[in-house]
């Protein structure tokens, strides 16, 4: 399973564009990128997935190099209400669509 | 269509003591998986199915059972529950398809003393 690293924490300041940055190093060639979130006591909600370049959604944008060894989650003007944890898994076809879920990163939003 | 549905929401179990976490999803779906979260931490795979009458171990199975007899039911089974249980268990679940994303359910908050 394609491990990943993401940062533990980031702050930010309500309408400011958060970007938040995943390593796959390990990435495998049928491996699609998804970033899920998630709020206290709930459990994760899918946000966007890709597999390459760039991929725009009404909450987020994901930004893919050509090597696919990172991706950054993008998401803009965020609001109080994106306070979360947010999670970049890497799929694994192979492995019977299981996803692995590391420590993710915890957003504070503030005013 | 209700999702992912989980029963109960919240549990208290002595230690010895066996449960049933009840899943149940109405999307038909194939892939159905479960979680643990400890306190701030990411979730862990304990089992999962990807179809009726085929379940496979994860990364944390120890101490737990499943069955998937139907599409829509995916019921994990502790026995003998343990302090080292106490967590929140997701159920989620996915049509297995290729970059296909999974859908999670509420969530059961479980505490053993």
């Known amino acids: 399973l394609a491990k990943t690293t993401q940062p533990i924490s980031m702050d930010s300041y309500e309408g400011q564009e958060v970007n938040i940055t995943c390593s796959h190093n390990n990435i495998a060639t049928n491996d699609y990128i998804t970033w899920y979130q998630q709020f206290p006591s709930q459990g994760p909600r899918f946000i966007i997935q890709?597999?390459?370049t760039k991929v725009t959604n009404e909450v987020a944008s994901l930004f893919i190099p050509a090597d696919r060894k990172s991706s950054t989650l993008s998401l803009p003007r965020v609001s109080l209400s994106d306070t979360a944890v947010y999670y970049c898994l890497v799929g694994d076809k192979a492995a019977g669509n299981k996803l692995t879920f590391g420590g993710g990163t915890r957003v504070l939003v503030k005013p | 269509n209700a999702g992912v549905t989980q029963t109960p929401k919240f549990r208290i179990l002595k230690i010895g003591q066996s449960m049933t976490l009840q899943c149940t999803q109405d999307?038909?779906?194939?892939?159905m998986y479960w979680y643990r979260q400890d306190p701030g931490m990411g979730l862990k795979l304990i089992y999962y199915s990807v179809g009726a009458g085929i379940t496979d171990k994860g990364e944390v199975p120890n101490g737990y059972n499943v069955s998937r007899s139907t599409t829509e039911d995916f019921p994990l089974r502790l026995e003998l529950a343990a302090p080292s249980q106490t967590s929140v268990y997701f159920c989620?679940?996915?049509?297995?398809?290729?970059?296909?994303?999974?859908?999670f359910g509420p969530g059961t908050r479980l505490t053993v003393l």
């Open positions: 999307m038909n779906h194939n892939y």
């Open positions: 989620a679940s996915t049509t297995g398809g290729p970059g296909d994303t999974q859908y």
């Open positions: 890709g597999y390459k």
